[in-house]
């Protein structure tokens, strides 16, 4: 089974950055994922981690330590639209081997952008 | 626009009513994932189909089924409703079983009453 801990709820200030948590407890990994979802809209992917260090895109980065059950989404240079759920997620192979995985979610961090 | 289309958009039933939702995967999509979320839960995995054949079940009620149709599509369908079902179900899809990135439909918010 897994189990994801992140912080429910976060402020920061436009322009700022922002550091997002994520720790998990996997009985099994194949790479963790960063999501955004805005209030009543899809999740949209932002990035995958599957080896240890550091994914850059653009305004986001994603962190991964795998022997530590330990990730992070960092968002620089903060705008209002930036505020939404983040929403960290595991993935393992499935249980049956049937070469396929799931999906495991974390509850998400929502994330408010004040001016 | 992710190119996943689910119907309806919104469903309002009653308690120990049954109803379909309905999922279309981006083209050239085999694979279709199932999820509930709701406020207490969060983003829950329910199942995926890959190319018509179950390949993963998560945590899916047995009043729960679904099925993948030979042109692709996807049918969630949840029997005897309680009010606890109340949720948003999010359809996904992706190249392939083993594809890292899933593209999410809009979602079916189902009111149950």
């Known amino acids: 089974g897994q189990n994801i801990d992140q912080p429910t709820e976060m402020t920061a200030t436009e322009g700022a950055i922002v550091q997002i948590n994520c720790t998990y407890q996997?009985?099994?990994?194949?790479?963790l994922f960063w999501y955004q979802q805005h209030a009543g809209e899809a999740p949209t992917f932002l990035s995958y981690?599957?080896?240890?260090g550091l994914e850059e895109k653009g305004r986001f980065s994603s962190f991964l330590s795998r022997s530590k059950g330990y990730s992070y989404l960092l968002l620089k240079e903060l705008q209002m639209k930036d505020s939404a759920s983040y929403l960290c997620a595991v993935r393992d192979p499935d249980a049956a081997g049937a070469g396929s995985y799931q999906l495991t979610f974390g509850k998400g961090t929502k994330l408010s952008v004040i001016p | 626009d992710s190119g996943v289309t689910q119907t309806p958009k919104h469903l309002i039933t009653a308690t120990g009513q049954r109803v379909t939702l309905r999922c279309s995967p981006r083209?050239?999509?085999?694979?279709v994932y199932w999820y509930q979320q709701s406020l207490d839960q969060g983003l829950q995995f329910l199942i995926q189909?890959?190319?018509?054949?179950?390949?993963a079940k998560g945590n899916i009620l047995e009043r729960f089924s679904a099925q993948q149709f030979p042109d692709l599509h996807s049918e969630l369908n949840l029997s005897s409703l309680e009010l606890g079902d109340s949720a948003l179900y999010f359809c996904?899809?992706?190249?392939?079983?083993?594809?890292?990135?899933?593209?999410f439909g809009p979602g079916t918010r189902l009111t149950v009453t």
């Open positions: 996904a899809s992706s190249v392939s079983g083993l594809s890292y990135e899933q593209y």
């Open positions: 981690n599957v080896l240890d």
């Open positions: 189909y890959y190319n018509g054949e179950e390949r």
């Open positions: 083209s050239g999509d085999l694979s």
């Open positions: 996997t009985s099994g990994f194949n790479g």
